[in-house]
């Protein structure tokens, strides 16, 4: 069993390549395979956590975010987390996200960084992200190489927001945190090429 996400910057594809894993994963009754395999795994996709946060509860979101907003993304991450487990238990089901408790702990950088939350919000962030980042069997992070950004209507489009965001990333993975050690695979490419390193690392791991 496994639990999986990718992770980045906004407008990088990650929603793409979780339609597509999807798409591969959960395939049409008369394609039931894949390179020959047959496709038994039980997969559940998580395709937003931010947005569903700013839905239910009416918070800001992106570079206006707050306390508020960020303490409820990372109490959405713990509850994904214990959801997995307790499926893992029961049922056996492999999950895939959009994104991961590492996108709370950037973002929440970038807004502590600018003010906008708290010393103490951000320490919970910090615990949360340590809690909760061994759970993790792999993460892809979604490089933002030749991807420009594309509104969708609720992301932002403010181009030294994501600048920014992409530069804690860069910190991070440049930083040889403990993660490090992870199943950590950097996606770079078209969709396709991406998608093929995504592919490689689940049957790696049993995925596929």
Known sequence: M???SFTGAQSTGKSTLLAMCRDLLI??????????????????????VTRLIKREFHVDINEQGSDDTQLLIMNQHLINTIQFKNNLKSQG??????????????????LHNHGRIEDCTYDVVQSMFHRLLPSLDAI?????EDIP???DGERSVNPQ???EIIEIYDDII??????????????KGDPKARMEMV?????????I
């Open 2 to 4: 496994l639990l999986t």
């Open 27 to 48: 395939p049409d009754p008369e394609w039931a395979s894949y390179g020959g395999h047959e496709l038994e795994r039980r997969w559940v996709f998580i395709p937003e």
């Open 199 to 207: 592919i490689e690392k689940l049957q790696e791991l049993g995925g």
């Open 161 to 163: 927001f994501r600048d």
């Open 140 to 144: 892809f992070y979604t490089h933002p």
């Open 93 to 110: 089901h492999y999950y895939m996200m959009d994104r991961c408790i590492m996108d709370g702990l950037v973002y929440s950088k970038y």
């Open 149 to 151: 950004i594309y509104d």
């Open 174 to 187: 440049s930083g040889g945190e403990s993660w490090i050690g992870h199943d950590f695979v950097v996606l």
